[in-house]
């Protein structure tokens, strides 16, 4: 009895740990491109969508064969069986969650006038425009515009008279966004941008309307 219940506990052990492995690898690949030690890219691309997610889909076997190894012996099982069960069910739907959403394909440079845009290093190509993005018809103060750069967690790079600008860093990659926000008499544009050209699934898109409703509160 004694054997068949350590059996049961470590095989509940063993299912935990694996259900547990592929929310330390997305943390551990995050760590690592935050701090420069892996790309962006890799830590993504390799670590979190290949190795983690695959990690995550076999997770919930290694839960049905531990439940199956502990049912005899549910009690000692139970309290590592359980959570097992619950970590593996959300990391499976964080992660089919995520992938729907990176699917989704969005502009990584968009602008309030793709026309005539801000000067931007990160990108050299022509910006485009989101649903709802429109320039703030009026001349903002330049301190103005770092307040509202720095309310959506920029920190400021260049301020002048008539331009500041901004860069930020993903939370969880430490994806680089910069953003450029033009002032002109009658007119101040924004621009923003995203490093690389990875889906982030319309991150661009929701930080450039956070950012145009920051600015026009200072009028």
């Known amino acids: 009895m004694a054997d068949g219940a350590d059996?049961?506990?470590?095989?509940?052990?063993?299912?935990?740990?694996?259900s547990c492995a592929a929310p330390v690898v997305v943390i551990m690949s995050a760590f690592a491109a935050r701090i420069g030690f892996l790309p962006v890219d890799m830590a993504v691309e390799v670590f979190t969508l290949r190795v983690a997610q695959s990690v995550a889909f076999a997770a919930p076997a290694a839960v049905v064969i531990a439940l199956w190894i502990t049912r005899r012996h549910w009690r000692r099982g139970a309290k590592y069986a359980v959570p097992a069960l619950i970590v593996s069910c959300l990391s499976l739907g964080v992660f089919r969650y995520q992938t729907l959403q990176m699917a989704q394909s969005g502009p990584l440079d968009v602008s309030t006038n793709a026309i005539d845009p801000p000067g931007m290093r990160l990108q050299a190509g022509v910006p485009a425009t989101c649903n709802g993005l429109a320039a703030v018809e009026t001349q903002l103060l330049p301190e103005a515009a770092a307040w509202a750069l720095q309310e959506q967690g920029f920190a400021i790079t260049e301020a002048g008279l008539f331009e500041v600008a901004g860069t930020r860093q993903g939370f969880w990659f430490g994806r680089r966004y910069d953003a450029v926000v033009r002032i002109r008499p009658g007119r101040t544009d924004l621009r923003l941008a995203a490093a690389g050209d990875r889906n982030d699934g319309g991150a661009v898109c929701r930080q450039a309307l956070a950012l145009a409703k920051s600015l026009q509160p200072a009028l």
């Open 7 to 18: 059996k049961a506990r470590n095989a509940a052990v063993a299912a935990l740990a694996v």
